[in-house]
């Protein structure tokens, strides 16, 4: 039954599909009630593919926006950004890396003594 679905185009070439499907199957000796209890199922199935692939056309993928850390003001940002879907990182302006390496260029934490 989804055999029609998923390679006709044509709406009506869909029926006819479903009705060559369902007579041979008959022929096979199938009974008739699974015929009546697969098609609102394949319905639905179908409705939530619909529904899925809107849905994922509609989410747009956005990318992250990093930001200095400054209190408070960061923080408002952020809720701003999260009502407009807009992913935000906070980074802090100043970092131990930038201190230590600031001091080892300029002579260095430490002495050796020889």
Request: charge should be positive.
């Amino acid at each position: 039954m989804e055999r029609s679905q998923q390679l006709v185009t044509v709406s009506q070439d869909k029926i006819q599909e479903d009705a060559h499907v369902e007579e041979a199957l008959r022929a096979c000796g199938y009974p008739p009630w699974p015929f009546s209890k697969v098609r609102p199922q394949m319905e639905f199935k179908s409705d939530n593919r619909k529904k899925k692939n809107k849905k994922q056309e509609a989410t747009v993928k956005r990318l992250m926006i990093v930001i200095p850390y400054v209190e408070k003001v960061s923080e408002a940002t952020v809720r701003i950004m999260k009502k407009h879907n807009v992913p935000v990182a906070m980074k802090p302006w100043k970092t131990l890396k930038d201190l230590l390496v600031h001091r080892l260029q300029s002579g260095g934490v430490f002495r050796m003594q020889a």
